[in-house]
């Protein structure tokens, strides 16, 4: 009989405990297919985050670390810099790596550090009840800020691909979705291309995930990827912004 369809040796069986339709699952499932195809003795070491993927350890076969809120990017530089044969990287929500862990982020990338920041962008603090995050968009409505978010009184969304692009130490920065297959796919590619950035030590290596948070968008599954669609992605476009790779897959 031909196997189609099976769960990746990179996950384990734990059930999650993430909400019904929440974009976690599909991002862990992408990095887990990823990380089977590349060769079986590859170390691999992940960085937990504070957030809603705080017991993201549980989810995988592989070792993890976990960090204190924002500072993944600090405790993935001790581990890469100690264990260099290691595939390292982190895994941040927004509320994470662009508010209490931005000086952590700026200084790894402009360092060069080698690895991988994989940044799920889903808008709000989602964890804590969806509160108005650094990237909340113009016009988003979240506990904290219910006639929507007005640049005048609460500021600009942070656009941390943009913000990154510049520094001389990144060698790879893209931003992509997972708000339909097309784009899932698109992101398990460029998981991939960033991990062989690492392993072919160009540098530092990040991906900018949109994703959703039904739960404290008040929405359905499906019309939260209809939102990131219509919504969010005029103000994150998707692309590759900085590529050292070349030929790299
Ligand atoms: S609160 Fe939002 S981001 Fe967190 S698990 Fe639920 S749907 Fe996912």
């Known amino acids: 009989m031909r196997i189609l369809f099976s769960k990746p040796k990179a996950l384990s069986s734990i059930s999650t405990h993430y909400c019904p339709g929440c974009g976690h699952g599909i991002i862990h499932r992408i990095i887990a297919e990823v990380i089977d195809e590349l060769p079986q003795d590859q170390k691999i ?24 809120h924002g500072r993944a990017p600090a405790v993935a530089t001790g581990v890469k810099r100690s264990i260099r044969d290691a595939l390292v990287f982190s895994y941040q929500g927004d509320g994470d790596i662009a508010a209490i862990g931005t000086s952590e982020i700026i200084h ?12 799920v962008n889903n808008g709000v603090y989602a964890m ?39 520094l001389d130490g990144v060698a ?42 039904p739960t404290n968008w008040g929405m359905t599954p499906i019309k939260s990827m209809k939102r990131i669609e219509e919504e969010v992605i005029k103000y994150y476009p998707l692309g590759i912004f900085k590529d050292k790779g070349g030929d790299i897959k």
């Open 108 to 119: 790894a990338a402009a360092r060069g550090e080698s690895f991988t920041a994989i940044f």
């Open 45 to 68: 070491i992940g960085v937990a985050p504070v957030g809603c993927s705080v017991f993201i350890y549980d989810y995988f076969n592989f070792d993890f670390v976990a960090a204190a």
């Open 128 to 166: 804590t009840g969806g509160q108005m995050a650094p990237t909340s968009i113009p016009g988003q409505i979240t506990v904290s800020s219910p006639y929507g978010r007005d640049p005048k009184i609460q500021g600009y969304h942070i656009k941390l691909c943009e913000m990154l692009e510049p």
């Open 172 to 213: 790879f920065i893209a931003r992509t979705s997972i708000h339909n297959i097309k784009n899932i796919e698109m992101t398990k590619k460029i998981i991939r291309k960033a991990f062989d950035i690492q392993i072919n030590e160009l540098g530092f290596s990040i991906i900018e995930i949109l994703s959703n948070c």
